[in-house]
Each structure stands twice: as C-alpha cells, then as structure tokens.
C-alpha cells in the first residue's frame, strides 16, 4: 500500500529511532534517511538506507533486515573502504580523507547514524568520536598530521604577470583523441617530438611506462620542469609520485627541475596556495604547442592496450600547436613553478610515515578492482585525428583566477556559465562527478541552475557521470540543491570533464564539477569552437550514452525522451534520443 504522503528525512529519522532495535544486525555500519537505488539506478523512492560491512547470502532469518518499516523501502548497501575503516579506526579514516584525492571526498548526510549505538556520526558521544578522540590524545604523531595543514601558512595564489586569458582566434593543427582508445600511443609521440624542453603542470605521474617515455626524449641538452602534487598512490600505479619524482632526477639530473605543488595537504611544502589539489593536466612542449588533458599521467587515464590495467577510464585530451597558447600557459606554470620553489621541504618522517599507515589500512578495507579488460582489437577503437591549419576560436580556462575586467568573478566559472547559458538545441556533459550544491544560491549552485534552465528551456541536456563517483552525489541531489537526476547516466570508469555545446563549441578541462574544481584547484581547460573539432567528440559522447551508460532515474527517461523529441521538431534538429549518424571519424562499439 503506497504512502499517502512522501516521508521527509526527519520522518525517516524518527521511523529509524523508533526501530534501532530492528535494524541492530551483525555486520550493520551505519542508518540514515536517503533514496532507494536498485542496480545503480534511482527508483526515486524516499528510503532508510543501511550499510552493511559485507553482503552476504543465506543468512538466518534472524540476521537478516527487513525489506520494509513503517512502509519506507530498506535499502541495503556494501559499505565502501572508507566507511569501514571508519567503524573502527576512525583516525585511520580521517588521515585517509584528509591527505585523499579530491573525487573520493564523501558526502556529509546530517542524519546518518552509528551502529548498533544509533547516535549521529557527528555526535561526541558517538563510539566513533569517542575512539577518534581517545586516539588524538594517546598517538601524537596521529593528532600532528591531522593538524599540520591546518597551521600550514596560507599564500595568495598569484597569477601569471601580464597574461591575458581572452580568446584567441587562430589558425592551428589540432590532434583531438580519447582515453583508453588513443591516449598514450599519441602522448608518446608527442613527448617524442620534443626539441628543446618541456613544461609541465601535473597532479599525478605513477605511470612507468610514461616514465620511460621521459627519460628518453629528455636527452642531450633538452630540460624538463614540472610542477606536481603529491596525491594519495593511485591504485594503477607503477611507482609512486615520489619514486617518479627521484628516478627523474637521477636519471637526467641538473637537466629536470622538479617541485611539489603547493597543496595545503601536502607534507613536501612549508606553505599553501591551493587548499585541496594542484590537479592541471599539461604539457607545454617547446613554446610552440600543448597536450591538456582531464587525465593524468598514470595507468588508468593513459592505459597500454597492449596490457591494460584494472581500469581504463574515459578522457578527452587535445594536442594544439600554436606558440601564444603554448607561450600562454607555459607562463603560468612557470609562475606556479617559482611560487612553489620557495616553500620546498624534505620527506618529514613523522608525518609521511602516520600518512602512509593511514592509506595502507584504507586499501585493505577496500574491495579489490575487478579483473583487467579484455583487451581491444584495433578496429574497435577510436583513432586519434590531426586536424591541419583550421581555423578556431580557443578560450584558455584557468582556476583559481579571476577575470581581469571584475576580480571577484571566477574566469572559469563566468566562461562556463556564459557558455552554458548559451545552449539553444544540446549540452552534453561527461564528468567523473557533479558534486550535489547546497540549495543557498552561492557560485556553485548558480552553475547547477544554469544547467536546470537550459533543460526547463527543452534544451536536450545529457550529462554522465561516472558509475564509481558520480552515483554518490547524484543521490545527494535528490536530498539538497539542485536536482539533475532525471538527466543524468551512470557511465563505468569515465574520468572526463569534457563538455560539447551546440554542435559548435567543445571543452577539454581537468575541472570537476564540485566548488573546489570551479573556484580553488589549480586546474586548466580550453573551451575550442569548431565544427571539425566538435564532429570528432560528439559522435564518442553519443557512443557512450547509448551504449556505455545506464540512466540514473529510468523512471524519467520517457518523459525526458518525449520532451527532447518535441525540441528537436520544433527546431528542425535530428530527434534527441534516436542513435547518432555516425561520421568518418565516429567510433564502433569498443567491447561487448
């Protein structure tokens, strides 16, 4: 029997108090009011949604939880490494999320409970708080890393002098390719191609085939700098950053100038300019040309078909030849490079060691990745393509800096929203994830809205995210903010943060969509408008949506579908939702 009103989380709440003991089941973490998500796909159901350390099958029916209380759905959830960590070694847990990458940060629900104590997490009283506290007090070493970046001292990001950020109109070759499909045979020749030196901004480099890369092309006089953070050890990796970082500058010596980026997180540093991640992804090679990317030099973002790691993921990057934009970010990553210079530390062992712990537990807690790909043949995948001496209009896109005409508005951010806003027939979006906003009208939930009017505008607006990050906030959406649910699918493995506009307008950027990505990361992007540029990527997005993704909310996929068809009649576009033409370039299915 259905309910005559729809709970609210306090509703929720009060039915969970009301039946603690009920839901005191071994192996139970944590309650809280949420919505039912059956095979990753939002029923939109208000739920109680429990965690449980480990599913499992024939249990007793004395072990098992009850399918439904007070009419609200239980949904039943495996916890994630974090949150069993968290059950009992909260400290181990917080180092974890403090020194973590930004895309495992966990959302924060004010009304999800402990077991079997069933007191909210944030309560002092808590067994969570209680051990976090009483580990604080007996481990220093725990309580100094937990600690130091919050007394870290804190510098104002300073830009590039005297660089512009306006358009550019040039003519130019671009090389446009994608992740897993082309991403390291063409970064390899890129590399391959230097002459003189390359400039680097990066967040991570585990990879050691890249690595080999490096050290043969950097060879003879040729010099290489490279600004870098220092993240949690990406699961793909080869070696660590560190380790990349030390067989650099062993094997070209005075030739590599290399320092970490100032993160506040970041133990190698005295002082911070960016709170949560140096996470730019570009190559400047020679002054005269750039590679940027949404993925980073490791395993997963620029995988060897020929022995593919765990994870492949999706990203765009484009290789532009053009001495201004080269000369352009080559001048901020120098800035950054001299910023950093000054605020260098040795490995502070302390610290690096309660860090290292704290990750190692974290890993252990965590389900282990599913086996490698199959691996592609050739005619299945997307080859790279060199567009010569066509004309284009490129906008760099930088965080955190401001527009020169009003320094209180963010430059990626008002770029972003101009061109979002600009949106007449399609938007399509690929993010590893969409952070839920926080409903109060600030910079970032502005930028959910503009895409929540282009979709009430009957504009045929698709955004994927990924299945490993994105399901997590995308249920949080449902909760606070502004709600994108209905336009959303759940893609495997997809690290993206690109964007295709109009048929007219393609972005290739490292930012996330969460406030850290659009305000203080230091990030970098290029919104390219071109027709040739966007027949290359649309056809790749429009594979994965039709093929790779899976809607979040099924449930509004048909009235999504009637809609996008009545706007692509009354526009005289192609209807919305029917497959793709495919064009020269187009890509075939991948695998099955």
Known sequence: MPLKTTPTPKSIDQTIRRNLQRLRKPGVLTVRPGFEIAKHQLTGKPAIVVTVHTKKTGLSKNELLPNVIGKIPVDVREATGYQRLCAHDPAAAELAQTYGRPEDKQPVWPLEREMPSGKLLEDPRSSIQRALARTKAVQPATERALAAHLKKLALNYVPAANASLDPISMTTTITAHVSPDAGLVTLQDFLGRTQRSLVIGMYDFTSGRILNTFEKVVSGTKTLQMVLDNPAPN??????????????????????????ALVRSDALVSAWMFPFAYHIKVIVRDNGAIWLSSGNLNNSNQPDLAAPPHTEDRDWHVIIENNQLAELFAAFLNQDFASAAEHQLAQPAEIAATVSDARAKLAAETNPPSPPPVKATTASLVAAKVFSNIGVKITPLLTPDKLQSDPTKGQYLNNMLAL?????????????????????????????????????????????????????????????????????????????????????????????????????????????????????????????????????????????????????????????????????????????
């Open 235 to 260: 699961p793909t990796r080869d070696q660590t950053d560190t380790q990349t970082v030390e067989e650099l500058d062993k094997t070209i010596g005075n030739r590599a100038k290399i320092v970490r």
């Open 420 to 592: 979002i806003t600009s949106a007449q027939h399609t938007l399509y979006v690929q993010l590893q994830y969409i952070e839920s906003s926080n409903g109060t009208g600030d910079d970032y939930d502005t930028l959910l809205k503009a895409i929540a009017a282009r979709i009430a505008a009957g504009v045929d607006v698709r955004l994927i995210e990924s299945l490993e990050y994105g399901e997590k906030w995308a249920e949080k959406m449902k909760a606070s903010g502004v709600d994108l649910t209905a336009n959303i699918s759940l893609q495997p493995n997809v690290h993206n943060k690109g964007f295709v506009v109009d048929s007219r307008t393609v972005v290739v950027s490292s930012q996330n969509f969460s406030p850290a990505g659009i305000r203080e990361n230091r990030d970098a992007g290029v919104t390219i408008e071109s027709t040739e540029i966007v027949n290359y990527f649309t056809p790749i997005f429009l594979s994965d949506w039709n093929q790779r993704a899976k809607p979040f909310a099924p449930k509004a996929t048909a009235a999504l579908k009637k809609r996008r068809s009545r706007a692509g009649n009354a526009t005289g576009k192609r209807p919305v939702g029917a497959s793709p033409k495919r064009t020269k370039n187009g890509p075939a299915r991948r695998r099955k």
